[in-house]
């Protein structure tokens, strides 16, 4: 469920938010060696929530451990980073800081449980493959002692 309000969260924050930053670096409330850090973490959100998304529906539908995992790294760095750089920048921001510090903190509640969550996931979906893995290599290797223990005695007659 967090995933798919995340979706459209995503699709409604991104030109709302990037909109009244260019309007705040328009009128220069932040120094412009923080106008830079906020623009690479807008655009580093921006190319990685798509992959993120589409890892973690994919990872958690399909149960794929891989796509999870880096559903859950793709959490950590470029998104929850760039999220607390953009929160710690509007509280330092004079103009519009209610709707900004509103926005990011909705993007913040919904990125750490996010997180929190997807790492019990991987937790439990590796303990259930490794269970399946040893089930299947033994019910195998005991398929296999049989069928010699089989010939072994059809030899034998």
Do not use: C
């Amino acid at each position: 469920m967090l995933m798919y309000f995340n979706v459209w969260y995503s699709l409604l924050w991104l030109p709302s938010d990037l909109s009244l930053f260019i309007y705040q670096a328009a009128k220069s409330d932040l120094s412009d060696i923080l106008l830079v850090f906020v623009a690479i973490a807008y655009a580093l959100w921006l190319l990685a929530e798509p992959f993120r998304l589409y890892l973690g529906y994919a990872g958690n539908l399909y149960e794929k451990v891989p796509h999870l995992s880096a559903f859950t790294l793709l959490t950590v760095f470029p998104q929850l980073a760039a999220m607390i750089l953009l929160f710690v920048t509007n509280l330092i921001g004079d103009d519009m800081r209610s709707y900004h510090f509103a926005s990011q903190l909705l993007m913040l509640f919904f990125l750490v449980p996010e997180l929190l969550l997807a790492v019990w996931q991987l937790r439990l979906m590796i303990k259930s493959q490794t269970f399946t893995f040893y089930h299947r290599w033994r019910v195998h290797a005991a398929g296999i002692t049989a069928v010699i223990e089989m010939d072994e005695v059809s030899t034998k007659r």
